[in-house]
């Protein structure tokens, strides 16, 4: 009974380098959101995906960042040209459809703390 | 825009002592209220909900209550124990957009034997 699995747990980036952080929803699930949180400060939402299709990208900056969920394999967020302000625990989360989401029952891995040196 | 406000951590308890972990928020409408909790070593789980003004959310012996006239959902539980240590995430939704859940900074509990 997997949960949401996320990976790498920990990754170290040079400043320039890219970074690539998956994530697989709980079994069953179709809908993944991706969520930033910076040190000192609470998570912010940055993406919502669903198979093959970008939903709402309201909150990922504007350049260097982009999301994907294939239809078969994990979500990607993917980070070119990291800089270090680009330092932070990215979550990701899944739930089963609107129903999940309207009632904010999120499922949520545990996080992929990158560091940018 | 919308935000979430928690008392800061962290906060040290002994084991039976009475918890309360503050939370106010700012929002447009009328939005649901969540607490989510992060236990060492695994991801946030939802602890409990309120949809609309005056509900009162529970599970696990925690409660809140959804007030409108003081725009806070404060978290309680009456005797803590060493398993809730763990970070607490206070968030809202708006209806429309329940997937772009605001979160508040967290708060860190450790419970002492």
């Known amino acids: 009974n997997a949960g949401v699995m996320q990976n790498p747990r920990h990754l170290v980036r040079r400043r320039g380098q890219e970074a690539r952080l998956r994530c697989s929803p709980m079994?069953?699930?179709?809908?993944v959101y991706w969520y930033r949180q910076l040190p000192e400060e609470g998570l912010k939402f940055m993406v919502y995906?669903?198979?093959?299709?970008?939903?709402?990208e309201s909150g990922m900056p504007k350049e260097r960042f982009s999301a994907e969920f294939p239809k078969e394999g994990p979500s990607i967020l993917r980070i070119q040209q990291v800089v270090r302000g680009d330092s932070a625990a990215y979550f990701c989360?899944?739930?089963?459809?609107?129903?999940?989401?309207?009632?904010?029952?999120?499922?949520f891995g545990e996080g992929s703390r990158l560091t940018v040196l | 825009g919308d935000s979430v406000t928690q008392m800061e951590g962290p906060v040290t308890l002994s084991e039976e002592a009475c918890l309360t972990i503050n939370c106010t928020y700012t929002a447009t409408g009328y939005p649901s209220l969540f607490w989510y909790v992060q236990y060492p070593g695994e991801g946030l789980q939802l602890l409990l909900k309120?949809?609309?003004?005056?509900d009162k959310g529970s599970n696990k012996g925690f409660e809140a209550t959804y007030r409108k006239e003081t725009t806070s959902f404060h978290l309680e539980k009456g005797s803590v124990q060493v398993s809730d240590s763990a970070v607490y995430f206070c968030a809202l939704s708006d209806r429309q957009g329940a997937q772009k859940l605001v979160f508040g900074q967290g708060t860190r509990l450790t419970i002492n034997p």
């Open positions: 995906l669903q198979k093959e299709n970008i939903i709402d």
């Open positions: 989360a899944s739930s089963s459809g609107l129903a999940g989401a309207n009632t904010g029952e999120l499922f």
């Open positions: 079994k069953g699930h179709s809908h």
């Open positions: 309120a949809t609309k003004a005056d």
